[in-house]
Nanobody
Framework: VQLQASGGGLVQAGDSLRLSCAAS????????MGWFRQAPGKEREFAATISGNGGNTFYADSVKGRFTISRDNAKNTVYLQINALKAEDTAVYYC????????????????WGQGTLVTVSS
């Protein structure tokens, strides 16, 4: 499975952004999909995950209310809508697919994308 993330860039605080992650290859293995982020100098952290049919979504407490994860299975693509961007949202955003979700922030993807950089200027 290959994951290609896109949509990052330089934005202003308060703006909105939508990230995309397209999966290709043996996508029948990618029921779960999700997003993580890694801010400069910090460890990678869980942001959100979504079930295979899109019916269940889970978010880290730190992003609830501003982040929305969604997917289009016809396109094998997962999205992350980020509203009201803040400087602290500056990070490389990674998508993940497959693997296991144990609840809370405990999502362990089997596959990782290469990341897309979001820089928020204040």
């Amino acid at each position: 499975v290959q994951l290609q993330a896109s949509g990052g860039g330089l934005v202003q605080a308060g703006d909105s952004l939508r990230l995309s992650c397209a999966a290709s290859g043996r996508t029948f293995n990618t029921n779960l999909m999700g997003w993580f982020r890694q801010a400069p100098g910090k460890e990678r952290e869980f942001a959100a995950t979504i079930s295979g049919n899109g019916g269940n979504t889970f978010y880290a407490d730190s992003v609830k209310g501003r982040f929305t994860i969604s997917r289009d299975n016809a396109k094998n693509t997962v999205y992350l809508q980020i509203n009201a961007l803040k400087a602290e949202d500056t990070a490389v955003y990674y998508c993940g697919a497959g693997g296991t979700y144990y609840g809370g922030n405990a999502y362990y993807p089997a596959y990782w994308g290469q990341g897309t950089l979001v820089t928020v200027s204040s």
